[in-house]
C-alpha cells in the first residue's frame, strides 16, 4: 500500500470513498478476522474499530490507543487529530487510495453519527451484521472481564443484541448478515458471499490476510497476533501484547483461519444454564451446534 503523506493530502473533505462498510454486532464476534480479509482485497481499507480515533495521540503507552501493527508513527493515522465534525472516511480513502473504508466499531451512536455524516455525500453506504453464538461471546468477555459477574456480562450482551437488531432492521441501505462461524468454517464461501454484496471481485490472496498490510485501530489482539507471526521480519518493533490467557491458544494458532470454539470446553454448565435461561430465546438464530 503506498500511503501518501500529508502535503500530498487536501485536508478538505472533497475526495469521496465510493463506499463505507460498517461491520455491527456484539464484541467478540470476529469482526477483526472478517475485516482483515475485506481489507486484503486491492481495493478496500479496513480502518478497525474507527471510534478509537478520538484517543490517538492522548495516551502514547496504551497500546490500543494507536495503529495495532505500527503504533504511534503509523503513516496512516499518526498525526491525526481527530475533531466531532470530522468525517475521517474520505481522508483514509485519499491516504491509502482504496475506493472502500471498512469500519468495525460496534457502538452503534458511532455508526448513526458517522452515517449522518456520510448522508448527503457520494459515498454509498453498506452494513454487515456479524453474529456469533453468545455462548462463544461470553466465554471470551468472562476471559477479558475476569472480576465481572457472568450475569451482568450476559444481560449486558441481550441488550447489545436488542439495540443491534433493531438498528439493524431500520438500516436502509444495502445490508447482509453472517455468522461468524460460517465465516471461520468456510472462508472461502462467506468471502464471496461478502464480496458479491459489496460489489467487488473475491480475490484468493484475501484469505491469506496476515501477509498483508494493515493499519488497524482496537480490535482483537488474538486475531492481529498472526500478522505479527506472518510478517515477523518485517515489523521492527511489536505493539501487540497477548494476554497471558490468549498466549497460549494463539502460540499453537496456526496461520488459516480455525473455528474458535473454546467456550465448548471452558464455559461452566452453571453459566450455560444460566445463559440458557436468560438469553436463550434471543441466541436461537445465532446457536451454533457443532457437528
Ligand atoms: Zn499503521
Not at 451482568?152 to 439493524?168: A, G, P
Not at 483461519?257 to 452453571?270: A, F, H, P, T
Request: glycine share 6%.
Amino acid at each position: 500500500m503506498k500511503v501518501r503523506n500529508s502535503e500530498e493530502i487536501n485536508e478538505e473533505n472533497t475526495f469521496h470513498p465510493q463506499k463505507v462498510v460498517f461491520i455491527c454486532g456484539a464484541p467478540h464476534s470476529g469482526s477483526t478476522l472478517l475485516g482483515l480479509i475485506l481489507g486484503s482485497h486491492s481495493r478496500c481499507f479496513y480502518a478497525g474499530e474507527a471510534n478509537k480515533v478520538i484517543f490517538l495521540s492522548s495516551d502514547m503507552e496504551n497500546p490500543d490507543r494507536y495503529c495495532k501493527v505500527c503504533g504511534p508513527s503509523c503513516d496512516v493515522w499518526g498525526g491525526l487529530i481527530y475533531k466531532g465534525d470530522l468525517n475521517i472516511y474520505p481522508l483514509l480513502s485519499k491516504k491509502t487510495g482504496k475506493s472502500i473504508v471498512i469500519d468495525s466499531t460496534k457502538k452503534l451512536e458511532w455508526i448513526k453519527t458517522q452515517l449522518n455524516k456520510l448522508a448527503n455525500t457520494p459515498s454509498e453506504t453498506y452494513l454487515i451484521y456479524l453474529l456469533r453464538d453468545g455462548r462463544a461471546v461470553i466465554n471470551s468477555r468472562l476471559r477479558k472481564y475476569k472480576a465481572t459477574h457472568p450475569e451482568e456480562i450476559i444481560e449486558d450482551w441481550i441488550r447489545h443484541m436488542k439495540k443491534t437488531n433493531s438498528f439493524y432492521q431500520g438500516f436502509n441501505g444495502p445490508k447482509i448478515q453472517l455468522h461468524y462461524e460460517e465465516l471461520a468454517t468456510e472462508p472461502d464461501k462467506a468471502i464471496r458471499f461478502v464480496c458479491q454484496f459489496l460489489g467487488i471481485i473475491y480475490e484468493d490472496e484475501m484469505l491469506r490476510y496476515y501477509d498483508h498490510e494493515h493499519h488497524p485501530l482496537g480490535g482483537n489482539t488474538g486475531t492481529q497476533s498472526l500478522i505479527i507471526k506472518a510478517q515477523e521480519e518485517n515489523i521492527k518493533k511489536q505493539y501487540i501484547q497477548l494476554s497471558e490467557r490468549n498466549k497460549y491458544y494463539y502460540s499453537d494458532h496456526p496461520l488459516s483461519i480455525k473455528l474458535d470454539l473454546r467456550w465448548v470446553k471452558e464455559l461452566s454448565s452453571n453459566v450455560i444454564e444460566l445463559f440458557e435461561r436468560k438469553a436463550g430465546e434471543i441466541n436461537l438464530p445465532m446457536k451454533w451446534n457443532e457437528k
